[in-house]
């Protein structure tokens, strides 16, 4: 711990009562302070300084003066005022660069709240964007019996740990709406993650509108795409929010939308239609043929000047060999150029697409397997396979960034995306120097099973995690604090907008139909969507729809993990309250399982979640005689029984699981 965090400065790893600030990210520095500030009708917001005359700024304070008013309910003039002094003032020590943003813009600020005056300071105006979010965040209804809304006295010096901290997110497999993806970047904002990555095609669908081959959008896409002018709208809004967009176009595998609109374009000659369903034929691009790179030198200009974002993603991921292998005039053009493998000629691929690429003042990004010694140390490697290849890239002097750890879309915990560190694993043993060539991560949302309207409910709140581990300081590890503070993060994320808790509800009372939703959002609350790829394993489409209870419940369980506690708290020190809080949960939750049958036999929808509730009651029942045997000693064979019947409700029906099975079993293993 250095100096300056000893005392009255609390760094990241220390815990009250600076860490009951509902902040995330947490800040690099925080000091409390006394007393707090009142936010009245009379607040105000100043901008001066060298950089004062930055857009972003002002449009950022009248943001920050619209939000402050939704809520708290005073009516703030969505102005700012004239003179130089106001409640908070904003100083911008340096003009900004011209646009765009660039990897590494001076991210940091600080924030002084004393209780008549807040003074926002940063180099640039990207810091006091960071800045507005903190103080945002920081107003709560007063405490004690003061009315109104207030901010503590604090002293927070911030600054970010990576400078590229992003999403990677899908909208090919299924399309997100212009609004969708505004909506995600304000949260993205919220949070000061920076890096919106978008993957703009796949072998579902090519989404944007190309002038020089319109095909893509007409042949490749369904009719799912976004003209030039969302394009740059979106581009415009999240540049006023401090971030910076990365599109991706992947090649030469994920490309069947490509060939359904280009078939000239396949390495295996032939007619491609876009994937629509899981196991459809998917084609990869023909790198041998001069008119591939024709086409994307015409393509990759026209997206150039569409994206002034510094760099630009070409994928590069899963390749499948054989489509090239099998062609007999591929296999002599790697003959002829001496490409021994696959890989070689995939490497001679990007070594093309990089010079394109840079031709329009791009540095090139993709996936991991675009490693090879051949490329240029001004690539960047997307990490998404392991720590493995990220270290591999930083020893031999690529930069790169982490995904690996960070798939949404797998329906981990938030802790288990928080546990990942950049520059943990194979990362770890690097030297400073490579070290410094990680420059951060991106969390990855695919979307096979995820819709519009699910959307939000995938990402939200874990990113906001993840978001916290790019940003804070190493030692923010806390996961007892994160999960409290993402508690608020989940609240004043839907006052923003984003509807990852409104939506699913929503979708519950859709499922309810006429019946009295409360049993079904008892239920659901104790289960969770099954993890990793398993449910990939079944049968889905782009028709197919996403509105089955596992679809209306968030990737986490809060009362599955809080009941994990307390059976943690019951085993280390059994005494009689601690039996009787675990009680009244199964007691809570067997009701539940109970209430929810008639609506679930209800509606052909929800009939398959029937035997869930069979299971719930089951496990609940095996706990409750676990309490009972605690110390009275169970009756020969229950034990083996009930861990027998545990494993038997763990059949993930419905694609749903028990979150709180593994609890349940470390009841009945302690018992004699
Ligand atoms: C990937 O997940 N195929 C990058």
Known sequence: MG???????????????????PLMPWPAQVSVGQGTLRIGTDFSISIAGAGAGDARVKAAALRTMMRLARQTGLPLPAALPKTEEAMLNIVIEKPDHKPPQRLGDDESYALSIAS?????????????????????????????DQPGFCAPAVEIHDNPRFPWRGLSLDVSRHFIPVEGIKRTIDGLAAVKLNVLHWHLSDDQGFRVESKKFPKLQQLGSDGWYYTQAEIRDVVAYARDRGVRVVPEFDVPGHSTSWLAA??????????????????????????????????????????????????????????????????????????????????????????????????YGKKMVGWDEILAPELPRSILIQSWRGTKSLA?????????????????????????????????????????EEQA??????????????TAETLDAKLWPRLAAIAERFWSPQNTTDVASMYARLDSTNRWLEWLGLTQRSNLKLMRERLAGNMPV???????????????????????????????LV???????????????????????????????LRAI????????????????????????LPVADEVTKLCGISEQALDYASSGSPAGWKQNALDAIKDASRHTANLLLPFAPAVQKLVEVTR
Not at 11 to 20: G, L, Y
Not at 129 to 141: D, K, M, N, Y
Not at 553 to 559: C, L, Y
Not at 587 to 609: F, I
Request: charge should be negative.
């Open 437 to 450: 060539r990680v420059l951060g991560g991106e969390a990855a949302q695919w979307e096979e099973l995820v």
């Open 116 to 144: 008549d005056r807040i003074r926002l300071s940063s180099d640039g105006p990207l810091g006091v964007l960071r800045g507005l979010e903190t103080f945002l965040q920081l107003v709560t209804p007063c405490l004690g």
């Open 518 to 548: 409360g049993p079904l959002n008892a239920f659901a609350a104790i289960l969770e969507p099954v993890k990793g790829y398993e449910r990939h394993r079944g049968p889905y489409g782009s028709a197919t729809p996403f509105n089955h």
């Open 392 to 432: 591999e890239a930083a020893r031999q002097g690529y930069t790169g960034i982490l995904s690996a750890g960070y798939y949404l879309d797998l329906m981990q915990s938030a802790a288990q995306h928080y546990a990942v560190d950049p520059l943990g694993g194979d990362a770890a043993k690097l030297s400073p």
């Open 3 to 21: 100096r300056l965090c000893a005392a009255v400065l609390l760094c990241a790893s220390v815990p009250a009562p600076a860490q009951q600030l």
């Open 551 to 581: 679809d209306a419940i968030p990737p986490e369980s809060d009362a599955a993990r809080m009941f994990g506690m307390a059976v943690d708290a019951y085993l280390s020190s059994p005494n009689v309250a601690a039996a009787a809080e």
């Open 262 to 359: 280009y078939p000239n374009l396949a390495s295996k000659p032939g007619t491609y239609q876009i994937v629509h369903d899981k196991g459809d034929p998917a084609g990869v691009i023909d790198p041998t043929r001069e008119s591939t790179y024709k086409f994307l030198d015409g393509l990759f200009g026209e997206m150039a000047k569409l994206f002034p974002d510094e760099y630009f993603h070409i994928g590069g991921d899963e390749v499948s060999a054989q489509e090239w292998t099998s062609q007999p005039k591929i296999r002599a053009f790697m003959k002829l150029h001496k490409l021994a493998d696959p890989k070689a000629l995939q490497a001679y691929f990007n070594k093309r697409l990089q010079k394109i690429l840079a031709h």
């Open 586 to 609: 199964l007691a809570a939750w067997s009701k539940a399982a109970e209430d929810v049958r008639p609506l679930l036999a209800s509606n052909s929808l929800l009939a398959e979640d």
